[in-house]
């Protein structure tokens, strides 16, 4: 595409100071970067990619004020990780993150392990523990 037609519809990041960088052609034939500020099909594919991230964090959110999981699945979910990932981050076996994604399990895991999630997950461990207090 040509330089001035890089689309430049709204999105979410139309009023930021980052704008998406993309190729196009001068008017010497040459590719050049521009910068745009969105594209309609592509702003609604990430609303949508966001709408369901926030469905699955609120739906995890519950299931740990329910009893259902512990807060690391909640976190899990809020910082746009899997199993693996948070696995290889925490740097403990799956089948152990697995486990202790159980509300009795997680309630006696020792300190040491705690501070391995809140490392990665950037919160305190009270904060870990108790995700009803604001979070």
């Known amino acids: 595409m040509k330089k001035k037609e890089v689309p430049q519809d709204d999105s979410s990041i ?5 704008k998406e960088l993309c190729y196009a052609v001068d008017e010497d034939g040459n590719y050049v970067t521009a910068k745009s500020t969105g594209w309609s099909p592509k ?5 949508n990619a966001l ?13 740990v004020l329910n009893n259902e999981t ?11 990780m899997d ?3 948070l696995s290889s981050y925490v740097g403990i076996w799956q089948w ?9 399990v997680f309630q006696k895991l020792p300190e040491k392990i705690l501070k ?6 950037e919160i ?6 108790n995700i009803s207090n604001g979070n």
């Open 96 to 104: 152990r993150v697995k486990r202790h994604l159980k509300p009795k």
């Open 124 to 129: 305190s461990i009270e904060e870990l523990k």
């Open 83 to 85: 199993l693996p990932i």
């Open 43 to 47: 702003t609604i594919a990430l609303d």
């Open 70 to 80: 512990s807060p690391i699945e909640y976190y899990m979910e809020l910082h746009k």
């Open 14 to 18: 139309k009023d930021s100071k980052f």
């Open 51 to 63: 709408e369901d991230i926030n469905e699955r964090v609120a739906n995890a959110k519950q299931r």
């Open 116 to 121: 391995k999630y809140a490392s990665v997950f």
